[in-house]
Structures are given as structure tokens and as C-alpha cells.
């Protein structure tokens, strides 16, 4: 039973329907649950579906039970590489290559880890800036010599959180509505932040309990069966027939450089009679019908290509190459927007053999062509303002969802008005759908600079979001395009109440404890009390009333100190 499954699975991997693999897969696993191949053919369907955690505990199980297998670690190397930890990926293909030292497809994904850990992107700008804050004995020692953060360390749930942050500087959002941490994070940056009064209640423990990630493994095909010993008179014909296969393959090469297009077919078609094994013959032969603009028979070579890369098991690269030529000849041969849609799925499947610069471009490329062909097949202005009339019945009636509908239908028709985006920004306000709002009213502004009722559809979302430094600098943005604007106005006189409260200190502790914990998410505040130079004016305000004089005739200082006043992080007297 379980080999029948194991067949099913098999025959799903290779006609691309990766999750009816996985289903096979665990059905026979499920029967025979100590067979390491199915592990790994399991994990090998996951990683084809991107789902690398999934791949990862496939591989890690397979290599559990038969460590001595090579490709239990070229499939646990292959979804640490899906999952972005190169340096596993790396150690995984070592480990087996110590088993196996000529195993090539160990060789070639290690060196795949090894050039994407070369060229890994810097840390992503959501990273904590407070970094070097935490970092290293100084933390303990700074917070044990702060008469109030010592009292802190002999609370056993301030001690995790900080050393999880710690560990993780990329934390401290997840703690920051514990005053405590406010209080120490002003400590470890030598500024006196503003913290709740005394006799606010602390939570007895903010720590959410960390849960590990599910793992996950890298997935392989089964393992092949020993074949039979080979007379020496059928290899040498073997290799005789390969060599001239090779020497046809690069005569059609040059033919295909001279763009002699004919005689390029010839030689890489008898290169394909002569050696059936090598599908790299057969995605050459689709690359000329592609430049011949024979799109049907490039397409026929492509799909031959993949069927008998799958059989051979040939490279992952390989696959992907005629999937990619697959899907630029669907491209060429859309002439609606519904026509994209197999070319977008080639070119998908295509990146799940191998993620290719190129093949994703060409996605990016055949998902914007159809979107602006969409666009284009459905433009109707007269209808836009129809289905624009129906939304402000609708809103008027107060029926906001039926209102976003049709405001939703009025943009498929002219996506290029901006009383429609303004219209559903307002619905979506009504309905607290406040990110979608403020995208919106973003839309709105970039199409129209000078539509005041933009401005005031996006202040109002910030000023519900309680940001109300930014409202107010859009409302103001607003009152430059139109000065008399009573709606522009009315929002800068509410932004402004509220920044006063903040700065009189007239909120609630928990008021005081969201606005701090929503602001010290902002990368601007962020960066504000990062800054070395900012540091030493929040001291300065402090401690030293003459700089904190000079400080205040700087505009650009003033700025951010409003930025923090408002955000209630510091308060001025």
C-alpha cells in the first residue's frame, strides 16, 4: 500500500501537481512511517510548493533516519536555503558532501548557498536601531546602577523580557507597553524619557511566551536503483553518440548566432536523436522557434523539456530555464488580459524550481501587462460615473460596504479619478478600515496635488490612527493648495488640541502608555532617539537651561522635539 501511494506521489511530482505529491506522500508515510525516502520525496514536493518549513521537517526526519544518506542533506540544505538561512544551508551540503565528495547536486547547491550568502542584503529597514543599546555586559551594569531600574532586576519577568530583548533588539516592540522597559530603555539612553505617574499599575508579566517556528525540511526524489553493470561495447557507443550529440549542439550554437535559424533546428534536433538524456537539446531548439516567433512549437519543446528533466531528475536550473521560455511564449502570444494568466503561472512554477533574477522579472513584467490590459479593457468613464453615483447613494444611505462596491467598480472603469478614491477613502474611515483609507487618500493626492478633499480624507485617518503630528502636517499641506478650506482648517485646530494635551501632560497613564508604544514603532521617533546628537539635547534640556536656550532657535531641532512631545515620549515644562 504504501509503495502504491509512494507512486501516485511520484507521478504527481512530475507532472507538477506538487500538492497532490504531498498528499500521496503522507499517505504512504502514514503506512510506512520509518522510510526515509518518503521523507524526503515529501519534502521535496514542499519545497516545490514554497512551503520550506514544511521542507525542513521532512529533511530533518530524513536525515534522522538514515544519516548516511547524501541526499537527506542536499534536500535539508535546499529549504534552509528556501527559508533564507544561508549559513545552514551551507553546513547542511557540507555534511553531506563529507559523505558523498563527488555528489554533484551537493556541490551545486552548496555553492548556490554560498553566492546568495555572499551577496545577502543588509539587515531590513524594520530592524531595531537600538541595537548596540542592548548589546554586551554595559546593559546589567547601567540598569543596576539606576536606583529605579535596580529595583526592576529583582522582578523575575522584567529580567526575561530584557534579556529576550536583548537576544533580539528587534523585541523591544513587543514589551514597550510595560513602563518598565520605557523606563530602562531611558536609562540605558541616558535621556529622561516620560513614563507613566507613580501608581500606575504593571503588568505582572508582559512576556508573551515565545513560540520556536515550526521547522521545516528539505524535500529530494526517491532514491534511485543501483543500475545494471554496463558491457564495455554499449559504453563506448554510449559515449560516442554523446560526444557527437555535443558537437551538434555547438554547431547549432553558432548557427544560432548567425541567426541561420534553419540549420540551427537541424543540428540541435539530431543532437536530441543522438543523446535523449541531455534536455539542455531541447530547451535550445525551443529558444530558436522562439526567435522564429514559432511560439506553439517552442511551447511543445518546453513542455518536452520539463517532462524529461523530471524523469532524468536533471538540474533544478534546467527545469526552470524551460519553464521560464515556456512562459515568455505564452507572453508573446497574449493578445487579452485573461491570455497572461498561464503565462504568470509558468513563470511562477518556474521560480519554485529556481528563484532566477531574470524569470522574475519577466513575472513582475506579464503580472503589470495584464493589469494595464485589464485596465484598458475595462475603461468606461461614462460608466465609472454611473457606478461612482450608486457608491454616494449608498454612503448617503449609510450602507458603506454596498458604497465601497461600486466605488471599487468605478475605479475598474477610470482608475484615474480622484473623487473616486476620495470617495472610498471616506467609506472605508467609516468603516475603521484606517490602512486602506489612508492608501486611498494617498492615491488621491499623487493624482490630483490640488484636491483639498484629499488632504483632508488623509488627516482625518491619521488623526483616528492618533497620529497627530501627521495629520497636522497634512491638513497644513492642504491649506496651501486652498488657504479657506474650513474642513483643512477645523482638522488643524483638532491636531492641535491634542498635541497641547500631550504637552501639558494632561493624558491618562494608559493614554500615555499606547501613544508611547505606538510611537516608539515609528521609524522617525526611532531614529530621533537613536540619533547621538538629539541625545545630548534632550540632556541638555535637562541639565543645562543655557544650551537648551541656543537649541530652541533651531528649527530642525525644535521639529523633532515636538515630534517626541507629541508622541509623549518627553514633556516639556
Not at 534546467?318 to 509558468?346: F, H, N, P
Not at 535637562?542 to 521639529?559: D, G, I, L, R
Amino acid at each position: 500500500m504504501a509503495e502504491e501511494a509512494k507512486a501516485k506521489g511520484n507521478a504527481a511530482f512530475s507532472s507538477g501537481d506538487f500538492s497532490a505529491a504531498v498528499r500521496h506522500f503522507s499517505e504512504a508515510i502514514a503506512l510506512a512511517p520509518t522510510n526515509h525516502v518518503l521523507y524526503s520525496n515529501r519534502s521535496a514536493a514542499n519545497a516545490s510548493l514554497q512551503q520550506y518549513s514544511e521542507a525542513l521537517a521532512d529533511a530533518k526526519k530524513t536525515v534522522e533516519l538514515k544519516p548516511d544518506w547524501p541526499k537527506g542533506y542536499s534536500r535539508l540544505g535546499a529549504a534552509y536555503q528556501g527559508l533564507g538561512q544561508l549559513d545552514d544551508a551551507v553546513s547542511a551540503y557540507k555534511q553531506g558532501l563529507e559523505i558523498d565528495p563527488n555528489n554533484q547536486a551537493l556541490k551545486s547547491g552548496l555553492a548556490d548557498a554560498q553566492a546568495a550568502a555572499s551577496r545577502a542584503p543588509p539587515p531590513p529597514m524594520g530592524s531595531s536601531p537600538f541595537v548596540d543599546t542592548f548589546q554586551g555586559p554595559e546593559m546589567w551594569t547601567k540598569l543596576t546602577a539606576d536606583p529605579t531600574t535596580r529595583a526592576y532586576l529583582q522582578q523575575p519577568d522584567f529580567l526575561r523580557m530584557m534579556q529576550d530583548i536583548q537576544r533580539n533588539p528587534n523585541n523591544l516592540n513587543i514589551y514597550l507597553k510595560d513602563p518598565r522597559v520605557m523606563q530602562a530603555l531611558g536609562v540605558l539612553l541616558n535621556v529622561k524619557l516620560r513614563t507613566p505617574p507613580e501608581g500606575a499599575e504593571f503588568p505582572e508579566s508582559s512576556s508573551p511566551e515565545r513560540k520556536r517556528p515550526a521547522e521545516s525540511d528539505p524535500v529530494k526524489e526517491p532514491e534511485p536503483e543501483p543500475e545494471p553493470m554496463e558491457i564495455n561495447e554499449e559504453e563506448k557507443e554510449a559515449k560516442e553518440r554523446k560526444a557527437k550529440a555535443q558537437k551538434e549542439k555547438e554547431a547549432g550554437n553558432a548557427a544560432y548566432k548567425k541567426k541561420d535559424f534553419e540549420t540551427a533546428i537541424q543540428h540541435y534536433t539530431k543532437a536530441i536523436e543522438l543523446d535523449d538524456e541531455d534536455i539542455s537539446f531541447i530547451t535550445n531548439r525551443a529558444a530558436v522557434y522562439l526567435e522564429m516567433g514559432q511560439y506553439e512549437e517552442c511551447i511543445k519543446d518546453c513542455d518536452k523539456a520539463v517532462e524529461r528533466g523530471r524523469e532524468l531528475r536533471s538540474d533544478f536550473k534546467m527545469i526552470a530555464r524551460a519553464l521560464t521560455r515556456k512562459g515568455t511564449a505564452l507572453v508573446k502570444m497574449a493578445k487579452c488580459s485573461k491570455d497572461y494568466d498561464s503565462a504568470i503561472e509558468t513563470f511562477q512554477k518556474a521560480l519554485t524550481e529556481h528563484r532566477n533574477p531574470d524569470t522574475l522579472k519577466k513575472l513582475n513584467e506579464a503580472e503589470k501587462a495584464k493589469k494595464d490590459l485589464e485596465q484598458q479593457e475595462h475603461f468606461d468613464p461614462k460608466l465609472a460615473d454611473e457606478e461612482r453615483e450608486k457608491g454616494n447613494e449608498f454612503f448617503k444611505q449609510q450602507k458603506y460596504p454596498e458604497a465601497v462596491k461600486h466605488y471599487t467598480e468605478s475605479l475598474r472603469r477610470n482608475p484615474r479619478d480622484p473623487r473616486t478614491y476620495s470617495n472610498r477613502a471616506a467609506c472605508y474611515t467609516k468603516l475603521g478600515a484606517l490602512p486602506e483609507g489612508l492608501k486611498d487618500a494617498e492615491k488621491c493626492i499623487e493624482l490630483d496635488p490640488t484636491f483639498s478633499k484629499g488632504y483632508n480624507r488623509k488627516g482625518a485617518v491619521q488623526f483616528f490612527m492618533k497620529e497627530y503630528d501627521k495629520a497636522l502636517e497634512t491638513y497644513q499641506e492642504g491649506l496651501k493648495h486652498d488657504p479657506s478650506n474650513q474642513e483643512l482648517l477645523d482638522g488643524v485646530r483638532r491636531c492641535m488640541e491634542q498635541i497641547n494635551k500631550a504637552s501639558r501632560g494632561d493624558i491618562s497613564p494608559e493614554e500615555l502608555k499606547e501613544r508611547q508604544a505606538k510611537a516608539m514603532q515609528d521609524p522617525e521617533i526611532q531614529n530621533i532617539l537613536s540619533d547621538p546628537v538629539m541625545r545630548q539635547v534632550l540632556i541638555d534640556f535637562q541639565e543645562n537651561p543655557k544650551a537648551a536656550q541656543e537649541h530652541t532657535k533651531n528649527p530642525q531641532v525644535m521639529s523633532k522635539i515636538q515630534k517626541l512631545v507629541t508622541a509623549g515620549i518627553v514633556q516639556l515644562r
